[in-house]
């Protein structure tokens, strides 16, 4: 749960997971949205990640970012 309120207390990270609380998403939709770097966004992809809110699934050649149970129940 803190790692949750770290995550989200994150401006873009929150931007990001309400993103996908609409749909899935892949980096490259990300960083269209957030106007940011690949860095950027993938630092706050892995604080998501690592607080159990998000998970990726392969699609073809792209992974696409989707919520976990946990991140739904949010």
């Known amino acids: 749960a803190i790692l949750a309120a770290r995550a989200l207390g994150d401006p873009l990270a929150l931007r990001l997971f309400l993103a996908l609380s609409?749909?899935?998403?892949?980096?490259s939709q990300?960083?269209?949205m957030a106007g940011l770097g690949r860095s950027a966004v993938n630092v706050r992809l892995e604080k998501l990640r690592a607080a159990g809110l998000?998970?990726?699934?392969?699609?073809?050649?792209h992974l696409r970012f989707v919520l976990t149970d946990r991140g739904r129940g949010l």
């Open 30 to 32: 990300f960083r269209a």
């Open 22 to 27: 609409q749909r899935d998403h892949t980096m």
């Open 54 to 61: 998000v998970d990726t699934e392969r699609d073809g050649r």
